[in-house]
């Protein structure tokens, strides 16, 4: 069984995870990736790091329609946002690096293991919202019925 979440504790999902799974499309293929983000209530934030030839930025450039799920397994939550994804402008820089300093989940391994940190390009992302889903799930075994 299922309940749909309410905004407020969509938003407290979205401020308290700091990983999600974004998945994109080039119109043929999908490609879905776990990403940290920053929330600010308004935007999601991504901070990408990529090579030249980076299959995640070849998707970005193709995707209309993205989304992002964020999920908790206990208590079993997620919360589900649809929209388009656009670069952050340079004079909004700010605002995305403070959303991923709140909440972001840093990853702890470079996740581009053969390619020197100097020779990555850093961009921010923002995930502009145009709906947002969430539900709870409800765990069988803390309400069994009688057979």
Do not use: C
Request: hydrophobic share 40%; glycine share 4%; aromatic share 10%.
């Amino acid at each position: 069984m299922t309940e749909k979440m309410n905004r407020s504790a969509i938003d407290e999902l979205l401020r308290a995870e700091g990983a999600g799974v974004l998945s994109l499309t080039d119109g043929a293929e999908t490609y879905a990736i776990p990403e940290s983000f920053g929330y600010d209530g308004t935007y999601l934030y991504f901070q990408f790091a990529h090579e030249d030839d980076s299959r995640k930025m070849a998707f970005l450039d193709t995707t209309d329609v993205a989304t992002f799920t964020v999920f908790t397994t206990d208590p079993a939550e997620s919360v589900q946002a649809r929209g388009r994804i656009e670069a952050v402008p340079a004079s909004e820089h700010d605002a995305a690096a403070a959303a991923l300093a709140e909440n972001a989940t840093v990853p702890t391994m470079n996740v581009i293991p053969d390619t020197p940190v100097d020779d990555l390009s850093m961009a921010f992302y923002r995930f502009v919202v145009d709906s947002l889903s969430g539900r709870v799930f409800e765990d069988p075994m803390k309400n069994p019925t009688e057979a």
